[in-house]
């Protein structure tokens, strides 16, 4: 909606997978798939090499490399992506990326969205209704669609999924 993101917009994700389940969690939770059914849709081959969303596409913390604190992998994975520098694993095309960690028993989230300058500069920027923008502004995801909101209001609901926006009210 105001930010103009919608999960189809992504061309891959990396998530933190810090236990099997936590995968298909994130994916639900993000709106790439229906609450109940990210088991089905990673079953189907959906995040598989070469499936409709690339996830992981460095092998996850349990396939590439776990020092105990993997979260910036995450954004590594997703900036080598953007850059096509990703090699064999290089999703074609690749022009926007979610990097997605959690901490604590998955009570605390942190989601960033990235994407190449061109892919940047096109988007529309978010309407900023009778406010200048500030670093506490967020967008959340909500149905499909990143909306943004401000950092209070977001602590008043306890969002589990944050996403920061940069760009806001260009």
Not at 11 to 32: K, M, R, S
Not at 89 to 107: E, F, K, Y
Request: glycine share 14%.
């Amino acid at each position: 909606a105001l930010a103009g993101w919608k999960p189809a917009d992504i061309d891959g994700i990396q998530v933190y997978a810090a236990f099997t389940i936590t995968t298909l969690l994130f994916l639900e939770d993000l709106g790439f798939c229906p609450k109940g059914e990210g088991g089905r849709f990673v079953a189907d081959g959906a995040i598989a090499p070469g499936g409709q969303l690339p996830v992981n596409t460095s092998g996850g913390g349990l396939s590439y490399c776990h020092p105990g604190m993997f979260g910036i992998f995450v954004l590594i994975e997703a900036v080598r992506q953007l850059r096509g520098e990703a090699g064999r694993r290089q999703v074609a095309g690749c022009d926007t990326a979610i990097a997605h960690g959690n901490g604590g028993t998955l009570s605390s989230q942190s989601t960033v969205i990235l994407g190449t300058q061109a892919t940047l500069s096109a988007l529309r920027p978010p309407r900023c209704p009778g406010r200048a923008p500030t670093p506490s502004t967020e967008a959340r995801h909500s149905r499909g669609t990143w909306e943004v909101e401000s950092a209070r209001a977001m602590a008043r609901r306890r969002s589990s999924s944050a996403v920061t926006v940069h760009r806001l009210c260009g």
